[in-house]
T-cell receptor, first 112, second 109 residues
C-alpha cells in the first residue's frame, strides 16, 4: 500500500466551484506539504504544516486554504476555483530528523 | 533569495552514453540538497540528500556530488528506463523545499 495517498486522482470542475483535495499518510510523519506543478514553472509550495496546530503559507497561498484534521490528514481547498488553478497538485510528508520529503501520486485538477 | 537553477532543460542520450546534469543553488546556509526523479504523471521519487561540499552518494547508475555552489547528477551508461525528469531542491530557511524546474532526460536505445 502507498505511504502517501491523494484523492481524487483526477478532477474536472467549473469556475466558481468549491473543491477539496485530500491527502493521507501512513508514514507517521509530522510534517505535511501541498505543492502545485505547472509546465515550465516547476513545483511551488502552497501551504505546509509542521504539526496539527501549525499551518503556514507557502509561496503561492492566495486562493487556497488548508485543514490539518489529524497527524495523518491534510486537506487543500479551493474556495472558488478559477481556470489558472488548473495544475497537478502534490502532497508530501517529512519527519523532524530527516529532511527529505516523500510525495503522493498527485491530483490532476482541471478548472473549466 | 533562495534559488535553484537546473541545466540543461532537456538532455537526449544514446543508451550507454554517460553525462551529467547540473544544479546551481543560492541559499543562505545550506541545510540539504535533494535529488528527485519524476516520471510523467507521477509524484517525485526521492533519490539522494547531500549536506556538505565534497559529499557523494551513489545508487545504481546515478552518482550525486556537491560543491559549495552546485551539485551534479552523473549518469553512467544510462539505459532507456533512466528516462525521466530529474529535480533538484534545497531546503529553505522555513524548512520547505525550493525546487528547480528540472532536467528532462531521454535515453534512446
Amino acid at each position: 500500500d502507498a505511504d502517501v495517498t491523494q484523492t481524487p486522482r483526477n478532477r474536472i470542475t467549473k469556475t466558481g466551484k468549491r473543491i477539496m483535495l485530500e491527502c493521507s499518510q501512513t508514514k507517521g510523519h509530522d510534517r505535511m506539504y501541498w505543492y502545485r506543478q505547472d509546465p515550465g514553472l516547476g513545483l511551488r509550495l502552497i501551504y505546509y504544516s509542521f504539526d496539527v496546530k501549525d499551518i503556514n503559507k507557502g509561496e503561492i497561498s492566495d486562493g487556497y486554504s488548508v485543514s490539518r484534521q489529524a497527524q495523518a490528514k491534510f486537506s487543500l481547498s479551493l474556495e472558488s476555483a478559477i481556470p489558472n488553478q488548473t495544475a497537478l497538485y502534490f502532497c508530501a510528508t517529512s519527519d523532524l530528523t530527516r529532511q527529505e520529503q516523500f510525495f503522493g501520486p498527485g491530483t490532476r485538477l482541471t478548472v473549466l | 533569495e533562495d534559488q535553484v537553477t537546473q541545466s540543461p532543460e532537456a538532455l537526449r542520450l544514446q543508451e550507454g552514453e554517460s553525462s551529467s546534469l547540473n544544479c546551481s543553488y543560492t541559499v543562505s546556509g545550506l541545510r540539504g540538497l535533494f535529488w528527485y526523479r519524476q516520471d510523467p504523471g507521477k509524484g517525485p521519487e526521492f533519490l539522494f540528500t547531500l549536506y556538505s561540499a565534497g559529499e557523494e552518494k551513489e545508487k545504481e547508475r546515478l552518482k550525486a556530488t556537491l560543491t559549495k555552489k552546485e551539485s551534479f547528477l552523473h549518469i553512467t551508461a544510462p539505459k532507456p528506463e533512466d528516462s525521466a525528469t530529474y529535480l533538484c531542491a534545497v531546503r529553505g530557511s522555513q524548512g520547505n523545499l525550493i525546487f528547480g524546474k528540472g532536467t528532462k532526460l531521454s535515453v534512446k536505445p
